[in-house]
C-alpha cells in the first residue's frame, strides 16, 4: 500500500489543521493506520491511531481532547483534525500503516507516507 499524506502548513499558536492520509494499492480496511510525528532533534512519536476494523481510536496524552483521527472510506483517506495547535506541535507527520494490531512503536509499522510538515508559531 502506498501512503500519501498531505495538509500541512504554516498556523498561529490557538488554529486548526486538518491533514489526511490518502492510501493506494490497497484499501485501508486492511489496517490499523496511524499517524506519528519527529520534531527536529527528536525521536518519531505516536500521535495517534485508528483501527480500520473496529473504530477504535487510540491517542497520546499531549493531543487528548485536541486532536481527532477519522476514516472516509469512500474516499479510503485517514484524517487527522488538529485543533488548539501549539508551538511544540511543530514537526513533520507521517501516516502509517500495518496489518497487524496497533502499536504506538514506529518500528511495528510496515508502510509509510511521506511526511507533512506542520509548524505552529507563538
Known amino acids: 500500500v502506498q501512503l500519501q499524506a498531505s495538509g500541512g502548513g504554516l498556523v498561529q499558536a490557538g488554529a486548526s489543521l486538518r491533514l489526511s492520509c490518502a492510501a493506494s494499492?490497497?484499501?485501508?480496511?486492511?489496517?490499523?493506520a496511524s499517524w506519528f510525528r519527529q520534531a527536529p532533534g527528536k525521536e518519531r512519536e505516536f500521535v495517534a491511531a485508528i483501527n480500520w476494523s473496529t473504530s477504535g481510536t487510540y491517542y497520546a496524552d499531549f493531543v487528548k481532547g485536541r486532536f481527532t483521527i477519522s476514516r472516509d472510506n469512500a474516499k479510503n483517506t485517514v484524517d487527522l483534525q488538529m485543533n488548539s495547535l501549539k508551538p511544540e506541535d511543530t514537526a513533520v507527520y507521517y501516516c502509517a500503516a500495518d496489518g497487524r494490531r496497533v502499536s504506538r512503536w514506529a518500528g511495528d509499522y510496515t508502510y509509510w507516507g511521506q511526511g507533512t510538515l506542520v509548524t505552529v508559531s507563538s
Open positions: 494499492g490497497r484499501p485501508f480496511s486492511n489496517y490499523v
